[in-house]
């Protein structure tokens, strides 16, 4: 099992990139690592590299302004590129990235490729809910606009993702609406929840927002318009909450403040239990991870994408694709 | 100056909503009140009605499963089409209700009908940030299927409202987008963009929604699906962050748990802070309560309504609209 981490790619790379697979190492990780990127900067920030890692020089990086398509034309050595080659032949198992997710998603589909009978790979997202398990949300980013049957498609990804990682058999999908009740919603989600009624697939109905986190349903689907606009409202507030928590728990002393702390860590959707956002669709594993990743997401992430690999989803969503078309 | 008040909507009416309207009294609000509903029951609840206070009795309410307008058809004295009838005839300077969200539009609609110009209502609700000032996010839930001119049209009324409620000149306006760049978004934010930056507003560009609690904007506007994901999320989350410091804090002291209360209360979109959701758009002055809302919820907003009648930011909306025809 090899996984390749883009080390050149994120607000904080290439340092908090090689710390995350550090770790990942010194914990008895069981993947071996292929570190892609600039040889000599990762060889002085990292001296004693050990055998399960080695490393895939590029100096070429997709920056976060640029094009992705213009960029990956021109760099056809980008970081994040000879990862997803990497992957396509059979030299990786998965991939990992924290740079430009538009980048990451053009060299998903240039070089896997989507799984036969996909249109539209998604970026799914875990978020947390009040009980033991996540929620796994899609689409929040990949397509802002999109047609009913995409969004069968998506649940489709979701529950194959969810079944083969979460080991949780015929996982509950939901539809993201703004009512409980069928009739509920804009053109899209009154047309999709009626495709998604006749699926395969064992949906629940419409999921509002904020019963999203209560966990009614395992896998919820929504245009990536939509779910963006949700992801980032719970990054945001989030980190607001926290902050006025900690402002008044430091005057109440520090064990105070490190409880709380560790009572809400889960609830950001940007902590490292939700490390990384698998890219559903494409032929191979390819996880997003957040811009601002930090060493302990992207350990976590690497172990996200080892059980990625482990668990043949990619399989499972073609079978998923063709009972569903019986 | 008189409110009107529905007592018969709502899921803690017709008690918390009669005693939201005493509450009110009790502390020397200036306004007169007129309570909409059953007679009888208001006075077995309310037994010693101050002179500031009146009944309209009706034993007519619309339920919160029925549908709007076969329900307002049917049910001519329904307690929310008279607080809506009670404005029209200027007996009222305005009124709140915390039934059915549907059923206040449908008889705000007919009775007060739209400001000329205006071909959209929208629900808007203020939303804390991390500063003093609130956000006010338009739609939430009014028009789930929208045009860009749509977006221009919340943009206006919700420039007025802030400018009347919250003394700011020529408020910052934002549109809720998944980017900051002008060419991110779907097809409605991409030509929204343009007919924005050529408007009569202050608009300050795309808004993320995890920016949106950071203040940036005095009003972000947004199609009401994507507006209510947003509202539903943020309740969502809050209860369940919430929830689990709550949890903790308990077991670390009856102080600690009252002063982190204190300290994130605000956050809550539901919370008496943001008690009500002004209707724009319609002829006359009617905020929509939470159905959830309880007596502190209803006090405040009878404040709200009683500053939007003051204010008379209905005026200004229509003069908003000819200055940016021009």
Redesign the interface.
């Given at each position: 099992m090899k996984i390749a981490i883009d080390v050149m790619g994120g607000d904080f790379a290439p340092q908090e990139l090689i710390a995350g697979a550090k770790n990942y190492l010194q914990n008895d990780g069981e993947a071996n690592l292929i570190l892609v990127g600039d040889e000599k900067v990762i060889r002085e920030l990292w001296v004693d590299i050990p055998d399960k890692c080695e490393i895939y020089h590029t100096d070429e990086v997709v920056e976060m302004g640029e094009h992705p398509l213009h960029a990956l034309r021109k760099k056809k050595n980008a970081s994040v590129a000879v990862c997803a080659r990497l992957v396509k032949q059979a030299k990786a198992d998965g991939f990992i990235s924290a740079g430009s997710t538009g980048a990451q998603m053009a060299a998903s589909l240039l070089e896997l490729g989507k799984i036969t009978g996909i249109e539209r790979p998604a970026i799914s997202v875990m978020l947390?809910?009040?009980g033991e398990s996540g929620v796994l949300l899609l689409d929040v980013?990949a397509n802002?606009?999109v047609r009913p049957s995409h969004l069968v498609e998506f649940a489709l990804m979701g529950s194959a993702y969810y079944e083969k990682i979460c080991g949780v058999e015929k996982p509950k999908i939901g539809l993201?609406n703004?009512g409980e009740e069928e009739a509920k919603?804009?053109?899209l989600?009154k047309t999709a929840y009626g495709l998604l009624k006749d699926s395969s697939l064992n949906f629940v109905g419409n999921v509002?927002?904020?019963?999203?986190?209560?966990g009614k349903a395992n896998v919820v689907v929504?245009?990536?318009?939509?779910g963006?606009?949700?992801?980032?409202?719970?990054?945001?507030?989030?980190?607001?909450?926290?902050?006025?928590?900690f402002?008044?728990?430091m005057s109440?002393g520090e064990e105070?403040l490190l409880?709380?702390k560790?009572?809400?860590k889960r609830?950001n959707p940007s902590s490292p239990e939700y490390s990384a956002a698998p890219l559903l669709g494409v032929n191979g594993v390819s996880l997003v991870c957040h811009g601002k990743s930090k060493a302990p997401v992207i350990t976590n992430a690497i172990k996200l994408a080892v059980n990625c690999a482990k668990s043949n989803y990619v399989d499972l969503i073609t079978k998923e694709l063709t009972q569903n078309q019986k």
């Open positions: 947390p809910t009040a980013g802002v606009d993201m703004i919603g804009n053109e989600t509002e927002a904020d019963h999203l986190f209560q929504c245009d990536g318009f939509v963006n606009v949700l992801l980032k409202t719970s990054e945001g507030l989030s980190e607001l909450i926290q902050g006025a928590i402002k008044t728990a109440l105070t409880q709380l560790k009572s809400i609830f």
